[in-house]
């Protein structure tokens, strides 16, 4: 590895490149020239000494050590965050801190309100909110890096504890103009698109893996991207399409630039969990007064967001019970 300094401006640039799959695509957002980006990130391919990227004919894609350099990015980027929050809190008098993690098709349908909420009906308390992937955000539960998640369908751990709170459906999503015109369609019609989802670890896909093997569908993703915002993208120009929850693509839908539709044959779901940390000592309710009310109006808030592809199936009481035991 040669003697390059890194600095966080070259991750920040890296990252981006990662969630778009498109170097010029990035450029684009990040403001710089192309050849500038180019050339960062050649510099950090020279510090590490190993290719960071695999370029083809639809964009760039991380070589296996460029994802792992993306996931420890992503990893110091949150702690650089959560560094400016506790310093710049230091020495404030009774002053409590919580944070939260939520899966980006949730910080998009709520990441707002979610802190909008705490300033007014959390006294003494300041609220990080964390974004990533289900996966990510679990392992950040688990080792205590977060102190609460909510999180697909989480495999159990030891160091966790799970709530199942809501049930989602996800829903194909394309360009307006390139929809089917049945609002209702088939798994094997959602399936004739070229398909952009996630990782190989990513809960929707392997839950698009499970019941197309189960139903002998041929499934191929065409494009993989560990990004919402790329695969909106994609999606957006038209490429490929996607199978998403509605908060994934809310605000698209919003302005009429994606469109969706119900996948009726099977009916796909995915539940939504909570999950904290196990064996902590003080239950983070009696720590924090309110905490139960305030994520109980968060989770009644995720339900009517989502325009009825969404239901809520963990009662009230359970959140209760839910910090209560195991402490």
């Known amino acids: 590895m040669k003697d390059v300094d890194?600095?966080?401006?070259?991750?920040?640039?890296?990252?981006?490149?990662?969630?778009?799959?498109?170097?010029?695509?990035?450029?684009?957002?990040?403001?710089?020239?192309?050849?500038a980006l180019s050339l960062s990130i050649k510099q950090l391919e020279e510090s590490f000494g190993v290719p960071l990227?695999?370029?083809?004919?639809?964009?760039?894609?991380?070589t296996a050590a460029g994802e792992?350099?993306?996931t420890r990015a992503q990893m110091l980027f949150n702690f650089i965050d959560q560094m400016r929050t506790d310093v710049s809190s230091f020495g404030r008098a009774n002053?409590?801190?919580?944070?939260?993690?939520?899966?980006?098709?949730?910080?998009?349908?709520?990441?707002?309100?979610?802190?909008?909420?705490?300033?007014?009906n959390l006294e003494n308390t300041?609220?990080?909110?964390?974004?990533?992937p289900s996966f990510v955000l679990t392992e950040a539960v688990e080792n205590k890096e977060i102190n609460l998640a909510f999180s697909y369908a989480p495999i159990e751990r030891t160091g966790i504890r799970s709530l199942a709170m809501v049930q989602e459906i996800p829903l194909l999503v394309t360009r307006s103009d390139l929809?089917?015109?049945?609002?209702?369609?088939?798994?094997?019609?959602?399936?004739?698109?070229?398909?952009?989802?996630?990782?190989?670890?990513?809960?929707?896909?392997?839950?698009?893996?499970?019941?197309?093997?189960?139903?002998?569908?041929?499934?191929e993703i065409a494009y993989e991207m560990q990004s919402i915002a790329g695969i909106r993208d994609i999606v957006i120009r038209g490429i490929a399409a996607s199978i998403l929850p509605?908060?994934?693509?809310?605000?698209?839908?919003?302005?009429?630039?994606?469109?969706?539709?119900?996948?009726?044959?099977?009916?796909?779901?995915?539940?939504?969990?909570?999950?904290?940390?196990?064996?902590?000592?003080?239950?983070?309710?009696?720590?924090?007064?309110?905490?139960?009310?305030?994520?109980?109006?968060?989770?009644?808030?995720?339900?009517n967001k989502q325009q009825g592809y969404a239901k809520k199936i963990g009662s009230n009481e359970s959140l209760y019970d839910f910090f209560e035991t195991d402490y």
């Open 246 to 303: 509605y908060g994934a693509v809310c605000r698209e839908v919003e302005r009429g630039s994606i469109a969706i539709r119900r996948i009726d044959e099977p009916l796909l779901k995915h539940t939504m969990h909570l999950i904290r940390p196990a064996n902590m000592g003080t239950p983070l309710s009696k720590e924090i007064p309110g905490l139960i009310p305030y994520l109980i109006d968060l989770i009644n808030e995720i339900v």
């Open 53 to 62: 990227l695999s370029r083809h004919s639809r964009g760039v894609e991380p």
């Open 179 to 219: 929809a089917p015109e049945r609002t209702v369609i088939s798994l094997e019609e959602a399936l004739r698109y070229p398909i952009a989802h996630g990782g190989k670890r990513d809960v929707g896909r392997s839950c698009l893996e499970f019941v197309t093997s189960e139903r002998n569908l041929p499934f």
């Open 6 to 35: 890194l600095n966080i401006r070259q991750l920040r640039y890296y990252v981006k490149v990662i969630e778009t799959g498109s170097i010029t695509r990035a450029s684009e957002l990040l403001f710089i020239a192309q050849p």
């Open 126 to 132: 300041t609220l990080t909110l964390r974004e990533d």
């Open 68 to 70: 792992l350099l993306f």
């Open 95 to 120: 002053q409590r801190s919580f944070s939260l993690g939520l899966p980006p098709s949730l910080m998009a349908l709520v990441g707002t309100e979610a802190i909008l909420s705490s300033q007014t």
